[in-house]
């Protein structure tokens, strides 16, 4: 059976998932694909090891019924020195419960039958004598490795003594009960504890702690599918100790055991490979890029795309390359490398000072609020040079910027034809109008008629978790999100309302990341939460085109983001495919 591993080594390595991300999914910040064959092929050893179908069986071995009764003479003589409990009898193992065929000199037993079984404690936290003492405590997220010995937390000698910690041995092994944990499994190196979250199993003889781990880690996923509880599943002692497994001889134990470390290695291997292989890719790939962004001329960027071209089919092969090509698209769009300058468009100046007059004149009918100056310009602000034609501007200067209003939840129903957006309801260049969607009565939208959302309009969320860079939320507002509804800003995000300047432009150079690193840099909040501050946005400062190259350049970059839709959606069904491959000959293998 071995053979149906390294005859696959094509698919486990190529079987991949794509990471779900939350943001932009950019290349740079990205970690790419989980290996997924990678991970089907290290349960595919495990679930033929536990099966006895790794190796060859030996007839000269001791057969496990021998070892039983060993066991069961072990256990009695235990109880009988008042060592350990006498446990509670089990039900006798009904042919449905039987999995599979046994492999000749095998058992089917239950785990409460290999060994002493208990679980954990947590001693009152109010008994400050009760922690800081030497004996080592260990909660479910510690068990991060085979073997392990030291823990976040120590009790004291008399905590075990007054309360129900079980007093676990060098070799015991224990396995996760609680939620995300449930099944991850480690051999103790040092006597120690657990919390209640842990089951701990002392094995008799006769059976390899080494052995067990084993067996246990080919069992997670049951473990898992067992859970129960709502939000944080849980696996209670009984339901582990009373789960059906095949018992080998102790001779093939420890040649399973041996086996399967072979094959681990192999699989860290191939994985180290799999993973030198993609970063040597992406290094490539983003080199390549680089030419195209730091091109001198004309001439150089076309140079450095033919070279790209004549490869780009091997070039973007991955999720983070395929990523990365879509942030460079939008790097030389913004630098102005994307389209041609055309020396009869009216220059970016010329539209500074009739966004500035629109202002003006917005301002004088009183529709909106006379703003603050903004700060000069430095040359140290700027990041590259621009184009002729081109000017360096404060979104501030471009627009009129209007944060949201902290409407009362009281305020909120659930139908209406006045919808609130909030933050939950923005996703990158998508209004997810059908998320939990809240109204607020006609009066009150005429109270607050400022924040009322208008065709074109930018949206922009302003908050998110302290250390994700990708926060940054933004979309235009299209004609199909008013039908048959008006919409109004809550607190926490900002219209953008651009003045003589094309949305989608303006929304694709917010998206940029240089840019963005710049606004990132201005967030503020607290231990967790990061805010964007609308002074921080008014004085953002952006590359702006003349307008008819804004156009262009949206046009431009419309039809590469085709290219990158259709890359992406080939990557994904090749990935599935080979996902598909991976898991039809694991099922195959196991049965």
Excluded at 26 to 36: I, L, V
Excluded at 126 to 150: A, M
Excluded at 347 to 364: V, W
Excluded at 391 to 410: C, N
């Amino acid at each position: 059976m071995v053979s149906v591993i390294t005859e696959h080594m094509d698919i486990w390595a190529t079987a991949e998932t794509p990471k779900t991300n939350g943001g932009r999914g950019r290349g740079k910040n990205s970690n790419g694909q989980s290996p997924h064959g990678i991970k089907k092929l290290r349960e595919l050893i495990l679930e033929l090891a536990v099966r006895g179908k790794l190796l060859p069986q030996d007839p000269d071995d001791e057969p496990a019924s021998i070892l039983l009764e060993k066991i069961a003479k072990e256990r009695i003589q235990l109880v009988k020195e008042k060592k350990i409990k006498k446990p509670k009898a089990l039900s006798g193992i009904a042919d449905e419960e039987k999995p599979f065929k046994l492999p000749n000199g095998w058992q089917f037993v239950r785990l409460n039958d290999l060994g002493e079984w208990g679980a954990g404690a947590t001693p009152t936290r109010n008994r400050h004598d009760y922690f800081g003492g030497k004996i080592p405590w260990f909660k479910s997220g510690e068990l991060v490795g085979d073997y392990i010995s030291t823990s976040e937390e120590y009790v004291t000698e008399l905590a075990l003594k007054e309360t129900s910690l079980r007093n676990n041995k060098a070799g015991d092994v224990l396995v996760a009960m609680y939620g995300a944990t449930i099944g991850k499994t480690s051999i103790l190196k040092v006597p120690a504890t657990t919390n209640q979250a842990v089951c701990a199993c002392t094995p008799f003889s006769g059976l390899a702690n080494i052995f067990l781990l084993t067996l246990l880690k080919a069992y997670k996923n049951r473990f898992i599918g067992m859970g129960s509880g709502g939000a944080q599943p849980n696996i209670s002692r009984e339901k582990i100790t009373a789960t059906v497994v095949a018992l080998p001889p102790l001779a093939e134990q420890r040649r399973i055991v041996a086996k399967v470390d072979e094959l681990m290695v192999l699989c860290d291997q191939l994985e180290q490979q799999q993973a030198d292989s993609n970063a040597t890719h992406q290094t490539l790939v983003e080199t390549l890029l680089a030419t195209l962004a730091n091109a001198a001329d004309q001439r150089e960027f076309a140079e450095a795309w033919e070279r790209i071209a004549n490869h780009f089919d091997t070039l973007f092969t991955t999720e983070q390359t395929i990523d990365h090509l879509k942030q460079t698209i939008l790097q030389l769009a913004v630098m102005g490398k994307l389209v041609p300058q055309d020396p009869n468009d009216e220059p970016a100046s010329i539209l500074l000072e009739k966004i500035a007059k629109e202002k003006a004149q917005l301002i004088k009918e009183g529709k909106f609020k006379k703003q603050k100056p903004l700060p000069e310009i430095g040359e140290d602000e700027k990041l590259f040079e621009l184009p002729k034609g081109w000017e360096w501007v404060r979104l501030g200067a471009l627009s009129i910027l209007q944060g949201g209003f902290a409407y009362k939840s009281s305020a909120f129903s659930d139908s209406g034809n006045h919808q609130v957006i909030r933050m939950g309801n923005i996703r990158p260049d998508f209004l997810r109008l059908d998320e939990k969607p809240v109204y607020i009565p006609a009066n009150l939208a005429e109270e607050t008629s400022e924040y009322q959302i208008e065709l074109n309009n930018i949206l922009i969320t302003m908050t998110g978790t302290k250390g994700k860079r990708d926060y940054l939320y933004s979309l235009i507002v299209r004609p199909e999100h008013f039908e048959p509804r008006k919409l109004y800003l809550n607190q926490r995000l900002c219209i953008i309302r651009g003045l003589l300047i094309v949305p989608d432009f303006l929304n694709m150079v917010i998206k940029e990341d240089r840019l963005l690193d710049e606004i990132y840099a201005q967030s503020t909040g607290t231990a967790n939460q990061a805010n964007i501050g609308m002074v921080a946005l008014n004085n953002w400062l952006l590359p702006l085109p003349p307008i008819d190259e804004q156009h262009r350049i949206v046009a431009k970059v419309d039809k590469l983001m085709a290219i990158y839709d259709t890359l992406k959606a080939r990557l994904n069904a090749a990935q599935n495919t080979q996902v598909q491959l991976a898991d039809a000959i694991v099922e195959q293998a196991a049965t």
